[in-house]
């Protein structure tokens, strides 16, 4: 790859927020600034896919202005989103569904005045975590304000040909009976079970009838699942901008990037219908050109399945960080971006390590001949610490060698590893970092099973040689020079004892290096290695 073709930190986030110049510049937009988007849903506890749109989109912002343009991140909380469902393990009344999730009571207690609003703040907690700058709205300071009237009245205007635009590109027919727009009822103050009927032009205002209604809601263990709101019966009349009242969600963003002129916002595969409906609207009844989009990857959990807000156990970013630096996080999410990914906790250590890995690249401390690689990584580093990398690389040390090591000491676990670290000659010195290392992979030790076997390829001189040390580990006899018993098991095998300890390495730390392995093997476990090495014979 020559000089010329590299664009920015030569990552995917690069190539789109180039891709995004280019187009304002052909649409003849006005470049002075460039707002990016993120919705933060706030009806659900937040796993940690859902810190990824804004985590995302604040990447492009960062290569907007890396390529000399002023750009700000606009993080939109949905609160007004109705409650479809109860969360497994929430304690909300299910009189409370179908309301707005910014008028229920916060089940935590009274930490926040909603529902809505502690949703929301862990959200946005998970992001200030990262060092993630933003400009916060919610849906309903920004509909109490009326900073979506002028948008919604003119849907309202139009809105025959959007339904039947709505039918013609999802084939959903709804809209072709009941208005686009759903207001708080005045009685029950549900929100879904309202049905607009009529617009009076003249007057701003739509009537509407609070009925039963069903909602499909996000459960992909049980496809299509709907749930059926009842309505209070009520009539009433509901005036745009004075009384609460949300745009349905097919054609709200519309809305949103016309009156926050948004130039940038990422999708992911499940709304894909909506974004479609949405750019028409902004572009034929807005009059306002869509935002540059992308698709995003979509994480799964270890099922295969997307991740639901609603399941328990969520991945939250709050517990991650139990177990994992706010760098391993945004690696996750500023690796790559399309795809569909499983994803859980015991994907940290290799995050951990891989982190470490980039660093070393930076830093000239690994070298990689491919110039293009070499570009990537470093660029990725860069964006994973936010454009803003220390001067000088890190103490660190494996966190898969941590992990064996917590297993063992569990009492004055920071003292004893640190002097086993500097034992080994795995560190230098000891450190806050190091420490601080240390006591991530405890926790994790200590809340995970991390006896998983990895996969290796081993040949059959190799597994032969394996089969002897597993012998010697098991007797119980004294080993004086177990280093060199190693070495001699390999030589005497024909196996090159270098290509041994690699295998060694693969199979007690995931890695093809590690510290001196005789005293390690030691300190972590005869039996415990042999155990091990025995998996893979
Ligand atoms: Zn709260
Ligand atoms: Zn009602």
């Known amino acids: 790859m020559s000089e010329q073709n590299i664009i920015g930190k030569g990552t995917w986030i690069d190539k789109l927020a180039s891709e995004l110049l280019e187009r304002e510049e052909k649409l003849g937009r006005s470049t002075d600034l460039l707002r990016v988007e993120s919705g933060l849903g706030a009806s659900g506890i937040p796993h940690i896919g859902s810190l990824g749109d804004a985590v995302r989109a604040y990447g492009v912002k960062l290569a907007l202005e890396n390529l000399g343009y002023k750009s700000e991140l606009i ?48 959200l946005l907690d998970g992001l200030d975590n990262l060092g993630i700058k933003y400009i916060h709205k919610t849906a309903h300071e920004t509909y109490k304000k009326g900073l979506l009237n002028d948008q919604t009245l003119k849907m309202l205007d139009k809105s025959k040909k959007i339904g039947d635009k709505i039918e013609e590109l999802t084939g959903q027919q709804k809209f072709q009976t009941i208005l686009p727009y759903f207001p708080e009822c005045h009685n029950c103050g549900k929100l879904y079970t ?38 209070c019966g009520h009539e009433g009349e509901s005036i745009i901008g004075k009384d609460l009242g949300k745009l349905a969600w097919k054609i709200e963003f519309a809305a949103r990037w016309k009156a926050f002129d948004i130039r940038f916002e990422a999708y992911g595969k499940d709304i894909m219908d909506s974004v479609k409906v949405n750019d028409w609207i902004s572009d034929e009844i807005l009059d306002f050109r869509h935002p540059h989009h992308t698709r995003y990857e979509m994480f799964l959990d270890k099922g295969g399945k997307k991740i639901s807000k609603s399941l328990g156990n969520v991945v939250t970013s709050q517990k991650w960080l139990k177990f994992g630096t706010p760098q391993s996080i945004l690696l996750l999410l500023y690796k790559r971006i399309t795809g569909a990914r499983e994803l859980g906790f015991e994907d940290i250590p290799s995050l951990m390590d891989e982190y470490d890995e980039l ?124 280093q060199n018993a190693i070495y001699q098991i390999a030589k005497g095998n024909g196996v090159e004892p270098r290509d041994f300890f690699k295998v060694l390495y693969q199979i007690i730390l995931s890695t093809t290096k590690g510290p001196k392995i005789g005293p390690f093997i030691m300190d972590i476990g005869r039996k415990n290695v042999a155990e091990k090495l025995h998996a893979h014979i």
């Open 194 to 231: 309202t049905e607009s009927f009529d617009y009076i032009k003249d007057e701003k205002k739509v009537l509407y009838r609070c009925k039963d209604s069903v909602i499909g809601y996000d459960d992909k263990r049980n496809k299509d699942k709907k749930g059926k709101y009842l309505g």
């Open 359 to 482: 660093e070393k690249i930076y830093f000239g401390k690994i070298k990689i001949d491919n110039e293009a690689k070499l570009v990537k990584s470093k660029g990725l580093y860069e964006y994973v610490n936010l454009l803003n990398p220390p001067t000088q690389i890190q103490p660190y040390a494996s966190y898969r060698l941590l992990l064996e090591l917590c297993k063992i000491f569990k009492e004055d676990r920071i003292n004893r590893i640190n002097k086993k670290l500097v034992d080994y000659h795995a560190i230098k010195e000891t450190s806050t970092d190091i420490d601080n290392l240390i006591t991530l992979a405890g926790n994790f030790a200590d809340e995970f099973d991390i006896s998983e076997k990895i996969e290796i390829e081993i040949n059959s001189i190799t597994k032969k040689a394996l089969t002897e040390l597993v012998l010697l580990l098991s007797d119980g006899e004294e080993i004086e020079d177990i």
């Open 75 to 122: 993080a939109y909380s949905d609160d007004l989103d109705g409650l479809r469902k109860i969360p497994e393990g929430l304690d909300v009344d299910k009189e409370n569904i179908g309301k707005r999730v910014s008028k229920i009571p916060d089940p935590f207690g009274s930490c926040h005045d909603s529902y809505g609003s502690h949703m929301s703040s862990l």
